[in-house]
Structures are given as structure tokens and as C-alpha cells.
């Protein structure tokens, strides 16, 4: 039985949401601040997904989502009824996988979660080696290929270019990036992930063009459809 943790404020809507997913077939831990949502999934590692609220006394979801994201690539959805566009990248940015506003159908709620769930549970299923449109990277011989050919890259690109197929399409920060790659200590700035992604995608040449993707005033994606910038 998947664990699912639904952090929100309003008990009704917090029992609402956790009734539709035990109907499901899902285990759910409650928590009403965002505080309590942290320390709950810091002591169930075995979280399945996060479904988090933004406006949280004590950490608020944009804020909780940020700290996870720092340890985990677990799914989030962020709940909210802010349904400002800036909202919705905004959520995005400190690394949420889907965003829902208020109100909203339970049911439909429920289908966004077996999607996330499904999603994870694709990309992870050979989570030592990736495989996408010509390209294979593989964790155990720490090489890539494109078409047969292999690619020589540094240590740095083999990890965000590890890093980016493993979420494609998700869309990760600069600042998340540096942190996850270089490390909470490093005096570098982002100008360091750009430099970096920069030399990656040509190294891959027409692959790289194609596929990694800036998002201006964001950061970077891996398209999986390789449609280009």
C-alpha cells in the first residue's frame, strides 16, 4: 500500500482528500502545517508522494516543497487557491510536479496522483540505466552514448545530464541544480550550471539541441519529445 502524505491547514479538506485516496487503495498521513508535513516524511522514507498545500502556518508549501527537494525527487502536488499564473511557475520552480487549485474534484485529484505515481514508477524501473531517443547513459560503466557513439563527459555533465533524465519533462531550477550537483557548500553561483549545461548540450550535438531545454526565468528541463527550444 502506497503512502501519501496530504498536508493542508483545513481539516475538511484534508479528510476529503484523504477519504478519496484510502478509497483508492492508498495509505495517507495527515498533517495540519507544514512543519508537521516535514517531520512526517523525514520519518516515513517510504513516502510515496506529497500532496501539500502553499498557504501552511509554520512552513508554507512553496517553502516545504524547496526542502524536500533538497533530499528527494519524490512527487509533489501542490494544492492551492492561487490560480495566478505566476502562482502555478512559481510552484514549479521550487520543484512541484503538478499543481491543482481550489476547489477542485477529488476524484479528478486522485487520477493526477495514479499518473504522478505511474510516471515514478516508469522512469525508476531501471533506474541504472536511461535510454531516450538514441541517447543511453549507464550509471555502471559511467558512460554515455548517442546513436552508438559514445560521448566523453566530465563528471559534472554526467551528473546533471543523469540528473535531467531522471524527471524528464519536470523543470529543475538553477539554484536546485547547483545544490543537488555541487553541493550545499560550494561558493560558485548558477553561472556555473549554465556554463556546464551549455558545454553538455553541444557535446551531444543535435541530441542536446533538441532535448535539453532552457526555460527562461526557470531553469532547465530534459524534452522528452525532443521538439528543441
Known amino acids: 500500500m502506497k503512502k501519501i502524505i496530504v498536508a493542508d491547514d483545513e481539516q475538511l479538506i484534508r479528510r476529503l482528500v484523504c477519504d478519496f485516496l484510502k478509497k483508492d487503495g492508498f495509505e495517507t498521513l495527515e498533517a495540519e502545517d507544514g512543519s508537521q508535513a516535514l517531520s512526517l516524511f523525514n520519518s516515513n522514507p517510504d513516502t510515496a508522494l506529497l500532496i501539500l498545500d502553499i ?5 508554507d508549501g512553496w517553502e516545504l516543497c524547496r526542502k524536500i527537494r533538497k533530499k528527494s525527487d519524490v512527487p509533489i502536488i501542490l494544492l492551492s ?7 502555478q511557475l512559481t510552484g514549479f520552480e521550487v520543484g512541484a510536479d503538478d499543481y491543482v487549485t481550489k476547489p477542485f474534484s477529488p476524484t479528478v485529484l486522485v487520477k493526477r ?14 533506474t541504472m540505466r536511461f535510454s531516450l531517443d538514441g541517447l543511453v547513459l549507464d550509471k555502471n560503466s559511467h558512460a554515455v552514448t548517442v546513436n552508438n557513439s559514445e560521448i566523453s563527459l566530465t563528471l559534472k555533465e554526467f551528473e546533471l545530464l543523469d540528473k535531467l533524465l531522471s524527471a524528464t519533462d519536470r523543470v529543475f531550477s538553477r539554484e536546485q541544480l547547483l545544490d543537488d550537483i555541487w553541493g550545499y557548500t560550494y561558493d ?14 553541444t557535446k551531444l550535438g543535435d541530441w542536446g539541441e533538441r532535448h535539453i531545454i532552457t526555460v527562461y526565468g526557470l531553469g532547465y528541463k530534459l524534452d522528452r519529445e525532443g521538439v528543441g527550444e
Do not use: C, Y
Not at 498557504?55 to 512552513?59: C, D, F, K, L, Q
Not at 504522478?116 to 531501471?126: F, H, I, P, V
Not at 560558485?188 to 551549455?198: E, K, M, N, P
Open 188 to 201: 560558485g553561483d548558477t553561472r556555473t550550471v549554465d556554463s556546464h549545461l551549455a558545454r553538455l548540450r
Open 81 to 87: 487557491a492561487r490560480s495566478q499564473e505566476f502562482d
Open 113 to 126: 496522483v495514479e499518473a504522478l505515481l505511474k510516471r515514478k514508477g516508469n522512469s525508476g524501473a531501471d
Open 55 to 59: 498557504m501552511m502556518p509554520a512552513i
